[in-house]
Each structure stands twice: as structure tokens, then as C-alpha cells.
């Protein structure tokens, strides 16, 4: 399984979620920052999991915007995805972590198939979040699900 590791971040935390991803689960990923990560590429994966930041009352980074494009235009029917995201609950209900939101509505319009629902946190709340993550990938074998999937498939 081929997986790929994308972040943005200004003051780390989703820089940690995917470090702490890889390490985990996928020592082998390619990893990126969003910004930097050439799109074309993007087919090339069986898995993405996505770390975005947001800023600017619910808004991408400026930078992620290209990526973000990048998926509007484009059809990923092959591709897992999962979305983590890092927020400041202060910011309200409609802004807390939406870029998240906006990345697994993306992807998902892509074609693109969700390993579970959107995840997101508070940036306070990092080492719970990756806690968490950790249980649910363990206990609910949603990484074996796929692994499965390609070995039926080859
Ligand atoms: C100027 C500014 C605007 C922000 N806007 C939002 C927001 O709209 N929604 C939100 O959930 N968090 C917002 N945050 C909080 C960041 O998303 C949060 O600090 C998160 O940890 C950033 O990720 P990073 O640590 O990887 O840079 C904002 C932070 C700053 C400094």
C-alpha cells in the first residue's frame, strides 16, 4: 500500500498529528507539506492522510489553496483518504478545524473513499487526539480493511 502524508502548519501541532501518523502506522509514506507536494502525484496512492491547518475564521492556509484546486478538477475513485485536522474550538462551531471539513468535502467529491469521518481537535488537546487516533485505527482495523481490499483486488 502506497501512502501518502500531507500537513500544513504555522505552530506545529498538525506537523506533530503527522509525524506522529508515520511513526506509528506508515514509516515508509511519502510525506509533504501541502504546499509542496506536486499534485500530479496524487495518483500514484492507494492511501492520503491529510493534516490541515486552519486560519483566518475557517479558512485553508493560503498556500493550500493550489491543492485544494487541484482536487475540485480532478476524479481519485482508487484513493483512501483520511482527514485529521488540528483548531481552536474559541473560534466557533462553523470554524473550529474547517479545514478539515473543507479537504474531506474535497476529496470526497473527488471520488476519493473515507476511511472514517472527519476527524478534528483541539489544538490543546493534541496527545488525547493522538490517543484516540491510535485506538480507533488499532481496534477498528480500518488500515487492514484496506490492505485486504488490495490483496482481493491483485
Ligand atoms: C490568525 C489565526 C486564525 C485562526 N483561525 C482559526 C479558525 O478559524 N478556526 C480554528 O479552528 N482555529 C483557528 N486558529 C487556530 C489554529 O487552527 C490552531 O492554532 C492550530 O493548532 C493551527 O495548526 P498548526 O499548529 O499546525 O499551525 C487560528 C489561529 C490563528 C493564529
Redesign the pocket.
Known amino acids: 500500500m502506497k501512502v501518502l502524508i500531507l ?9 506533530e498529528m503527522g509525524c506522529f501518523i508515520r511513526h506509528h502506522f506508515f514509516q515508509k509514506a511519502d510525506w509533504s507539506s501541502i504546499a509542496q507536494f506536486d499534485s500530479a502525484m496524487l495518483a500514484d496512492y492507494d492511501l492520503l492522510v491529510i493534516c490541515p ?7 485553508l492556509q493560503p498556500q493550500d489553496e493550489n491543492f485544494a484546486g487541484f482536487l475540485k478538477g480532478h476524479h481519485f475513485p482508487h484513493l483512501n483518504f483520511l482527514v485529521i485536522g ?4 474559541n ?1 466557533g462551531h462553523a ?4 479545514a478539515a471539513n473543507i479537504f474531506f468535502y474535497l476529496l470526497k467529491h473527488s471520488g476519493a473513499h473515507p476511511l472514517h469521518a472527519v476527524i478534528k481537535y483541539d ?1 490543546a488537546n493534541l496527545l488525547t487526539a493522538e490517543d484516540g487516533l491510535e485506538q480507533l485505527l488499532t481496534r477498528n482495523q480500518l488500515l487492514g480493511s484496506i490492505n485486504n481490499e488490495k490483496s482481493a483486488a491483485h
Open positions: 500537513y500544513s502548519t504555522i505552530y506545529g501541532h498538525n506537523l491547518s486552519t486560519y483566518g475564521e475557517g479558512y488540528a483548531g481552536d474550538r473560534f470554524s473550529f478545524a474547517n489544538f
